[in-house]
């Protein structure tokens, strides 16, 4: 059998996985460097690198790069050679190019080549530092610069600090500084806590931040900007790039990486272009039910997929969530037991060491398939893959780049990705995506504006390390987009706030948590309160997770403490690719043993459901309307996801109409529940949340009523047991439609919805950043509910006795920004305004309609009883389109 595989079958997971990590220490270096060889032989026939002479870096120019470059069987890309010259010219940049392009030898050999002719600084120093916003990535990437490194400069070296670095080896670090260090954003910050890290800091020359569309959009990359600031400070002739391979607006990604970099002005945008072949195709089943409804998981176009595992050396099975990974790894070995030991299973729940072992897996190619999520979606090259296969809809354009380009991951490979829809109307999305992604709309991604807890946390970790004078810092903040518009106010708050806790912590020394000195340097005056701010760094909040661990000994990863909380003794449970029976739970561990029966509960973790991006959202639209003008003048369908579309929309049509990019569909109908109003803006579910709430809170305050709420990616629906009039509220011209007007939409948001509760769940990230939470010392750490009471009684205090706290003022903020996306909401209602009026009294639900039925009934019915009941609806349906 392979020596890599998923969660091997038979009881002695625990032991095996100790036999791999002996044997992984053992042998690591040598597999890497057997691994790397194999690249550079498959890749090229010409002699490797080992008959290359490795002089000092100081000799090292663009003729011996070629020439290692020449001796790989590779030509320099344009764009590589305009990193290279851009670099030389001391700038700073963004490059912007597809997976697999060759981005990370670009601006690495860059920094090299203007390295080379840069005076070192005096004494051991690291002159390049490489972030990566995973720590996984991390290590891939530490590889990949060493092997180029170690043929073209014999006396630099590349080392690696992450979250999972041991104490020595920090410490040798600290001794003797690498040329150049991997690291990660939360890393990077901690060595700002340090006072002896400094002298190395501050001699940097070179920063470079990898997959920057990850960061960019939340508060990680504002931690990042800060860490920045601060190193420009130190290294006035810093350079700073960034690496990009799916963003939108990428002139604004640059000026937010470089903004705090004194030579800013001298920045360069480069953009990658090469003739690489993208495939993106969809699956598209013979038959197709014409009253969709989610739940099905795609499960049914199981047999496909397993033939496109069988019919490719290497396969990656992308899902949108953990729950959906489990499912379908469960189903692909039930369908293809002999893949048991070439079928694995990858997500962010699991062990680390299991998803290492993956990993290899996939590098060396003894994997035949692996199901994953997002956690296979950034830069760890995996050459092998030569397909992938998405189940349901991507979402947005951005992700479905990403992930089409782990296949075929270096240049001139193509790419290939097959959507598997998991209800018809995904059809529509694939091929949306498709259409969106041959245009370059990509999504564009934003920093986040002053968020006060990263600040808070900011200087404690300042005090931690030089210590600061507020005159200073502030400045130094405010060179980051990010907190550009901080006001002096609001520094002067953060600042009391760290100093003494604010008006309602005065008296609680805990929260004292720095001290100005007598030169006025404000430094953290107790040794406990650093040590705990050292283990809170970061501005990674997840929902408290526990061990998931066999009996026999051996981790299998980490699962949400809330849903282990409702399980007994002897209940089973899905979990890294096993059906498990609990049979403990002590000091946050669930211990387990390999259950007997095959069906089992399965973990729904947090965040499960994504919504629709705006670009996929508006690009869905259009592909309606070409499909609306083909059904209308009796042509063929063009695009095959829509031909095979063509009876639902048929149907749509004649009983309704189809949504499109100029009309907003409304639907009215009665029924034995009640009055019903279905509405379509097609902005995505977390947009409809609101947009639902605010029109049903409009509509009742002139006449009080009830509204029950349902609503997905594509529309929304109200439900009234009485009759509401609103032809009265919406016909005519939206425009002047007072239930989709802008006007005081932030207070009617806040009036209509639980405002209070939402900003009590955005304050437990908070609190937790701000340091106000402390979640525990390895080995005793503390529950979801302790941190949650934390937390709350932080929120209870503050609104009753610091009503002027501006951490609540986040928390309402960015509840109204996160969790309802007001300012797409508000962009949502402008463009309704601008739409025709498409308002439809229907008999019974359309295809459209029919799933946000189903998505009410399943809030309130077993999955087994509405699957009954969901067939009875389809068959009245069915009988009546055929009517």
Request: hydrophobic share 45%.
């Amino acid at each position: 059998m392979s020596e890599f595989r998923g969660i091997p079958p038979g009881p002695n997971v625990g032991t095996q996985l100790k036999a791999l990590r002996r044997k992984k220490k053992a042998g690591e270096k040598a597999s890497q460097q057997a691994l790397i060889q194999s690249e550079i032989q498959s890749s090229s026939a010409a002699p490797n690198n080992a008959e290359l002479t490795m002089p000092p870096l100081r000799e090292l120019n663009l003729e011996r790069v070629k020439a290692w470059f020449h001796a790989q069987g590779w030509e320099p890309f344009d764009y590589q050679l305009q990193v290279w010259n851009a670099f030389q010219k001391g700038h700073s940049g963004l490059l912007h190019a597809t997976t697999g392009a060759g981005k990370t030898l670009a601006v690495w050999l860059g920094a090299l080549l203007r390295l080379a002719q840069t005076p070192a600084p005096r004494g051991a120093a690291t002159r390049v530092m490489w972030i990566t916003p995973m720590r996984a990535l991390a290590a891939d990437s530490t590889k990949a610069l060493q092997k180029s490194l170690s043929a073209l400069a014999g006396d630099c070296d590349v080392a690696l600090q992450t979250g999972d670095t041991d104490s020595a080896a920090r410490a040798a670090i600290l001794r003797k500084p690498p040329f150049a260090l991997v690291t990660t954003p939360e890393s990077l910050t901690l060595m700002f806590t340090r006072a002896s890290s400094q002298p190395n800091l501050s001699k940097l020359q070179v920063l470079v931040v990898d997959e920057w569309h990850e960061l960019i959009g939340n508060k990680r990359g504002v931690q990042l900007q800060l860490a920045i600031a601060r190193l420009a400070r130190i290294n006035p002739g810093l350079q700073v790039w960034g690496l990009s391979a799916t963003l939108g607006n990428l002139q604004v990604a640059m000026d937010v990486l470089l903004h705090p970099v004194k030579n800013h002005s001298k920045s360069t945008l480069v953009q990658g272009k090469l003739p690489k072949q993208l495939m993106i195709d969809s699956l598209i089943p013979d038959t197709f039910e014409r009253f969709p409804w989610g739940g099905h998981l795609g499960l049914n176009q199981l047999e496909f997929v397993a033939r496109e595992i069988d019919q490719s050396a290497s396969t990656l099975v992308f899902t949108n969530t953990r729950s959906q990974a489990e499912i379908w790894y469960q189903a692909l070995l039930e369908a293809r037991p002999d893949y048991a030991g070439l079928l694995a299973l990858h997500h962010g729940s699991l062990d680390k060491t299991v998803r290492d072992w993956v990993e290899q897996g996939l590098k060396s190619g003894s994997l035949k398939a692996v199901v994953c999520t997002s956690s296979l979606d950034l830069g760890v090259d995996f050459l092998p893959v030569e397909r992938v296969i998405q189940i349901g809809s991507p979402k947005g354009v951005a992700r479905l780049l990403q992930r089409a380009g782990r296949s075929g991951h270096a240049p001139g490979r193509p790419s290939r990705i097959t959507v598997v829809p998991t209800h018809a109307l995904e059809l529509v999305e694939a091929a949306a995506a498709r259409h969106a992604a041959q245009l370059k709309q990509i999504e564009s991604r934003f920093s986040p504006q002053a968020p006060l807890d990263v600040l808070v946390q900011h200087l404690v970790t300042v005090a931690m390390g030089t210590g600061f004078k507020p005159d200073e810092l502030f400045a130094e903040v405010r060179t980051t987009i990010a907190y550009e518009n901080l006001s002096r106010a609001q520094f002067d708050w953060a600042l009391i706030f760290v100093e003494k806790g604010g008006e309602s912590l005065a008296a609680y020394p805990d929260y004292q948590r720095v001290a100005a000195d007598e030169e006025g340097i404000y430094r953290v005056p107790r040794r406990d309160i650093a040590r705990r701010h050292a283990m809170s760094v970061g501005t990674i909040v997840s929902d408290a997770a526990m061990h998931v661990a066999w009996m026999t000994g051996g981790r299998l990863g980490t699962i949400e403490e809330g849903f282990i909380a409702r399980l007994k003794t002897g209940d089973c449970f899905s979990f890294a690719g096993r059906v498990l029976e609990l049979v403990k739970v002590r000091d946050m561990t669930a211990y387990v043993r390999k259950a007997n029966r095959k069906k089992a509960t399965v973990p729904q973790w947090q965040g499960g459901k994504m919504p629709l991006s705006s670009e996929l959202a508006h690009a869905s639209l259009q592909m309606l309307e070409l499909a609306r003008q083909s059904i209308s003048s009796g042509k063929k369908i063009a695009l095959p996801e829509l031909r095979a579309l063509e009876s639902l929309l048929a149907l749509q049509m004649r009983w309704s109409a189809l949504p499109n990019t100029g009309n907003l569909l409304i639907e009215e109908m009665h029924s034995k529940e009640g009055h019903h109003l279905f509405v379509y803006p097609f902005e995505g579910r977390t947009v409809h949340i609101g947009l639902a709430s605010l029109l049903a809170w409009r509509a009742s305050r002139n006449k009080p009523g009830t509204f029950s709420i349902a609503m997905n990616d594509y529309g929304f629906e109200l439900l009234s047991a009485e009759p509401v009039n609103w032809h009265e509220w919406i016909a005519g011209d939206l425009a002047q439609a007072p239930l989709f007007s802008t006007d005081h939409l932030f207070e009617d948001v806040l009036a209509c919805l639980n405002a209070s509760e939402l900003a009590q769940r955005r304050f437990r990230e908070i609190a937790r950043i701000a340091g106000l939470v402390f979640q525990g010392y390895p080995g005793a750490g503390k529950s979801a509910k302790q941190l949650q009471a934390s937390s709350g009684l932080f929120f209870e205090v503050f609104k009753k006795h610091d009503q002027q706290n501006l951490l609540l003022d986040q928390a309402q903020r960015e509840a109204l920004e996160q969790e309802l996306d007001l300012k797409r909401m508000e962009s949502a209602l402008r463009a309704i305004q601008c739409k025709t009026l498409a308002f439809k009294l229907i008999d019974r639900p359309t295809p459209f309609a029919f799933p946000l039925l189903i998505e009410r009934l399943r809030e309130t019915v077993s999955t087994e009883k509405l699957s009954d009941r969901v067939a009875r609806m389809v068959a009245e349906l069915e009988k009546a389109a055929q009517a």
